[in-house]
Structure formats: C-alpha cells, structure tokens
C-alpha cells in the first residue's frame, strides 16, 4: 500500500511537471491555420524554422528523434517547454519517444504583443537551443527516471536549478555559448519583461558571466587539442 501511494504520488508530481497545460491526449491544441514544415523528424513552425533548424545542427544526437515544435498563446512562468509526450513515455521505448516543445506564439509586452519569431535571431536560437539541451538531459532517462525527475523538479528548487543550468550546459556544450548568452542578454537587458521573470533567469539558469566562463573553457581546450 505504501508502495503503490508513492507511487501515485509521483505519477502526480510527475503529471503536473510534464504537462501542466495539457491532457493525457497524444495530440495537441495547436491552431489549425498555422503551418508547418517537416524536418528530420521534426515537426516546425514556418516562423521559427530557419531558427530552429540552426539550433538542431548544434546537436546531431537528435537528428532521428521525434519532436514536435507547437505553439501556446501562453506558458505559465516559461516562454518555451519542452516535455517528452505523456503517451508516448509509457507506450514507446526509450529509443523512440517522442517530446515537444511547447512555444509561446506571441509575447505579453506592456506595449502590446510581440510575435516570437520577431526576437533577435541569435537570442530565438539560444532559446530553442536551451529546450533542445533539455531534451539532451531526457534522452537516456528511462519512464521512471523521468517520473522520479518530475516529482523532484516539483518539489525542489534545487532540482530546477540543477535541471536549467544542465540544459544550459549541454547547449554551450554543443558549441552554441553565443546564443544562450545572446538569449540571456535579451532577456536581462529588455525592459518589457517583468522583474519577476528576469529575477527567475537570474535565480535558476547561468549568468551571462558562467556563460562566458564555461565557452573560454570549452575553446580552450578545442585549442589544446588543435
């Protein structure tokens, strides 16, 4: 009994991290009218495609991985999310799960809307670039790796940061430090977001400091190894 109650303890935490805004359906809520292109077992928006592309040639592991890029009018606390497909994590092995990244379609300035496509192009590919890093941590997780992931992501402040600066590091990892902190300075130096948000980038992912530390490193040692 104990053991099935933690059980679904987990199945919940799990649930409320991975899909917060959506059901247990396979399918999604994206609108019908807008259009997408296929790519290398992707799924992408018209808008974000020349970005996003960019983005998934720092990262040849997910070439044949399923991700679908769709569109949210709004994230609660988030601009992008990516999250492997509830369905998906229990019925397909862990070599063909399928993930998601959810994108915010507009964003919510003071000034009115702001189409996510209309963000500097080298801040958008630091942002996709981010969520393809999170995918990178998901990949050799098993279902219940990803559950026990979810719960404590949940419940910890600790685990998100430890989750964030992860992506973050697999994306500056994969070459693409200019974007993350072309994204990082986007964020932090732009009036229209919200203190709340900048303070959220400033708590749980690198500084555009670590950034630049964490890059020399890197060229560094591609130089001691040239």
């Not at 500097?120 to 997780?141: F, S």
């Amino acid at each position: 009994m104990k053991y099935l109650v933690s059980l679904l303890f987990l199945f919940g935490s799990f649930y409320m991290f991975i899909s917060p805004l959506t059901s247990f359906s396979q399918t999604d809520d994206s609108n019908v009218d807008d259009e997408f292109i296929e790519y290398q077992n992707k799924s992408i928006p018209v808008e974000i495609a020349e970005a996003t592309i960019e983005a998934l040639s720092y990262f040849p592991e997910l070439e044949d991985v399923s991700i679908d890029f769709v569109y949210r009018e709004k994230i609660k606390g988030a601009v992008m999310q990516a999250q492997p497909y509830l369905f998906s994590l229990f019925v397909n092995g862990k070599n063909s799960r399928r993930y998601k990244i959810k994108v915010t379609r507009q964003l919510e300035f003071a000034e009115g809307y702001y189409p996510i496509e209309q963000v500097p192009y080298d801040a958008l590919v630091g942002w996709i670039g981010h969520e393809l890093g999170h995918v990178m941590d998901y990949l050799n997780r098993s279902s219940a790796n990803m559950m026990h992931f979810g719960a404590r992501y949940f419940l910890s402040n600790k685990r998100v940061i430890e989750a964030e600066l992860t992506a973050d590091g697999y994306a500056i990892g994969c070459g693409m430090g200019h974007h993350i902190l072309a994204n990082k300075n986007y964020i932090l130096n732009n009036e229209n977001f919200e203190d709340d948000y900048k303070d959220k980038i400033k708590n749980l992912y690198m500084s555009p400091d670590q950034i630049l530390t964490l890059q020399k490193v890197l060229d560094d040692k591609v130089e001691r190894q040239n």
